[in-house]
């Protein structure tokens, strides 16, 4: 659903379908839509109405869940239930294969750990919104690629 904006809505007044479609610029099918996903109308005589108040909280509701989808500089926090923004932009980019990875940071709402699981390759595009910091992990899996055959060499 395109993002319609609750406050062209005027909260003291009834508007039928057909009104209510105007204000948007939209079709009343989609206004018929609307009601059939829960916003509510009066549907004891026609033309049925639909209140302001309702028709605008149905919308900022609308546009409330559909702020939940995170951002490409957004991580999903568990706590906050709500995309927030890394603490002080600084999160590490932990390596699960050669091929991905998560990105890890502080929430900076509730400073809980916020998780993002991305590509190896879209880590450089990352960059222009995080300071990213490459896990020890990365050094760690490169540190111990030959390690028995180092330590044998060694002897
Ligand atoms: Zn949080």
Request: glycine residues 4%; proline residues 4%; positive net charge.
């Amino acid at each position: 659903m395109a993002n319609y904006n609750p406050n062209l809505v005027k909260i003291h007044r009834n508007y039928t379908y057909e009104e209510l479609a105007l204000v948007f610029g939209i079709h009343k099918n989609t206004v018929a839509m609307w009601v059939k996903n829960g916003l509510f109308s009066f549907q004891e005589r026609r033309p049925f109405l639909i209140k302001g108040d309702d028709a605008k909280a149905f919308l900022q509701h609308q546009r409330a869940s559909k702020k939940q989808k995170c951002k490409q500089n957004e991580f999903y926090c568990l706590r906050c239930k709500a995309p927030a923004k890394p603490y002080d932009d600084f999160v590490e980019y932990v390596p699960i294969t050669s091929a991905k990875g998560r990105l890890t940071g502080f929430c900076d709402c509730c400073e809980s750990i916020i998780n993002k699981f991305v590509s190896h390759a879209s880590v450089e595009g990352y960059s222009s919104f995080f300071k990213i910091e490459e896990s020890k992990g990365l050094e760690h899996i490169k540190d111990t690629d030959n390690p028995l055959l180092n330590s044998d060499f060694t002897r």
